[in-house]
């Protein structure tokens, strides 16, 4: 057995009768390298759910989106991935830098499919792969502990209608963040998102509110 399974897991496994079969699913589908199809599935993603722990001991799922691609497969143990501009809050990039336990869920819901991946995490603002991104303020790079498939019936099927707009890309214009126009924020704003909010010109939660509806967040 490997380290996936702690007491607590094992008691509920005991109570259902399945602890054969998560045996033998640990011994068959939990790896420790990224093989050729997990590299495959993931670097054809255009987004992923990454979870970290805060200082309270408290989980942070956080959605992580940008162009198919974006997530790279570095080699059987690596993946990177970029950190873009956000809200400022820097939960996910600061929980990494005191707790750098960090778990990936990729998923496609075209064609029902999903891969796990436990790992530990570290971040350079310095790393020579932010040269490969346009628009990233950081690179996550994750050691990779253990990888596997999970089942998919629970996967609703959902259809890809567009890219969001504000995915940074290469040789192509992103259009600034709405929320920052807000009036309310604009004392707090760093210099650079402030010039830009002027240019934009500033907005009201209400009319915020309006532009969401209307799917422009």
């Not at 259809?159 to 707090?188: G, H, M």
Request: with cysteine.
């Amino acid at each position: 057995m490997s380290e996936l399974y702690g007491d607590q897991h094992l008691a509920m496994q005991d109570q259902f009768d399945t602890l054969r079969l998560a045996e033998r699913l640990d011994q068959i589908i939990v790896l420790a390298d990224i093989d050729d199809s997990h590299k495959g599935f993931i670097e054809t993603r255009d987004l992923f759910f990454l979870t970290t722990v805060d200082h309270r001991g408290y989980p942070t799922c956080s959605y992580k989106g940008g162009t198919p691609g974006f997530v790279k497969v570095l080699d059987n143990k690596t993946i990177a991935f970029p950190s873009y501009d956000g809200n400022g809050m820097f939960l996910s990039m600061g929980n990494i830098t005191a707790n750098n336990k960090v778990g990936l869920l990729f998923i496609d819901f075209e064609t029902p499919h999903r891969v796990r991946v436990h790992g530990n995490a570290n971040i350079d603002k310095n790393d020579p792969l932010l040269n490969d991104y346009h628009g990233a303020e950081l690179i996550v790079r994750v050691s990779v502990e253990e990888i596997f498939v999970n089942c998919p019936r629970y996967i609703h099927r959902y259809q890809r209608i567009e890219a969001s707009k504000y995915a940074p890309q290469a040789n192509c214009f992103t259009p600034p963040t709405q929320w920052k126009r807000i009036d309310a924020l604009q004392d707090v704003l760093s210099e650079q998102d402030k010039k830009v909010a002027d240019a934009a010109g500033t907005i009201t939660p209400e009319e915020y509110f309006v532009m969401v509806t209307n799917g422009d967040g």
